[in-house]
């Protein structure tokens, strides 16, 4: 068993805000690079409009693509995102057993993002995790600017605290604190992470963190230090968001596999592999590797 889950959400959110739209079976062909290299749980896609992001249209493909047997003794967990109930619902008929859904930390962001109050989706998301365990689905939900909001400054962390303590005494399986700007520093993220944890313990929550301002990897660690042991993290450091100005990359999953496993933190993944599925991402993508892994780890084989 792994000490530090690591889900990848390069498929999703790393792919969403990216200028080149790829195939479903490119996107397939991503997500199996990252299960073979050990990663266990994997972003693999979001049935929501295509219109509003074309990125990830074709996501009941992508489903229908993926296999899903056990991995080294270890059944993937594949989630796709669902921002509303018809999403939920096309994502049932294709299959899908893990969903993701949004909560906000701001009223600007919900509107943004889903053109709803941000007290109508918690109704929303409260609603479909009430389905979804009826279906045996598996359900996280994130808190979106949990640190702070492009538009409104600073997130009241007693308002993240109250939403970790409703979903989770709810029945959700895991509540995720997402910097979805890259704003937080670690001393936000200790205090806030200590509170949440003390108030419902660690093991259902994790962390997303972006690295617009080189502070992925400590914000990182910072939430280690509070008993938190899952991460989401995108290959490459893939991401941005098309509905939060100034996102940029989330951390990259290769760099936090080798800060971890150099640390002594065990997370099952193989560096090499992981590596060649960024490769990967950047071919398919086009984009510049993303994080610092890759340029040390050529200069240890010189």
């Excluded at 195939?23 to 990252?34: F, G, K, N, T, Y």
């Excluded at 993926?66 to 967990?77: F, H, I, K, N, S």
């Excluded at 053109?115 to 979804?132: F, G, K, P």
Aim: hydrophobic fraction near 45%; glycine fraction near 10%; include cysteine.
């Amino acid at each position: 068993m792994p000490a530090v889950i690591l889900n990848d959400v390069g498929p999703r959110d790393g792919l969403q805000n990216q200028s080149k739209v790829l195939e479903p079976i490119d996107r397939v062909r991503l997500v199996h690079a990252l299960l073979d290299s050990g990663v266990t749980h994997v972003e693999a896609g979001a049935f929501v409009s295509p219109r509003a992001v074309p990125a990830m249209a074709g996501a009941a493909d992508v489903m229908a693509g993926l296999y899903d047997e056990a991995r080294g003794g270890v059944t993937p967990v594949l989630t796709f995102l669902v921002p509303n109930l018809r999403g939920y619902e096309l994502a049932r008929e294709a299959g899908v057993r893990s969903v993701c859904m949004v909560l906000y930390g701001s009223e600007r962001m919900a509107e943004a993002n889903v053109q709803m109050s941000r007290v109508d989706a918690e109704h929303a998301t409260a609603e479909i995790l009430q389905r979804a365990q009826r279906d045996g689905v598996r359900v996280t939900t994130t808190v979106a600017v949990a640190f702070e909001c492009p538009w409104e400054g600073p997130t009241d962390p007693g308002r993240i605290a109250s939403l970790a303590s409703e979903f989770l005494a709810r029945g959700a399986d895991e509540f995720c604190v997402a910097d979805t700007i890259g704003a937080a520093n670690p001393r936000q993220v200790q205090k806030l992470m200590q509170r949440l944890a003390g108030e419902n313990g660690a093991a259902r929550l994790s962390c997303h963190f972006h690295d617009t301002r080189a502070m992925g990897l400590v914000n990182v660690y910072a939430a280690l230090e509070t008993g938190i042991r899952k991460f989401d993290a995108a290959i490459s450091g893939l991401g941005g968001c098309p509905f939060a100005p100034g996102a940029s990359g989330n951390v990259a999953t290769e760099d936090v596999v080798m800060m971890l496993e150099q640390m002594g933190l065990s997370t099952g993944i193989d560096l090499d592999a992981l590596m060649r599925a960024s490769s990967l991402a950047t071919q398919l993508t086009g984009t510049a590797p993303g994080g610092r892994a890759r340029a040390w780890l050529q200069r240890a084989d010189l």
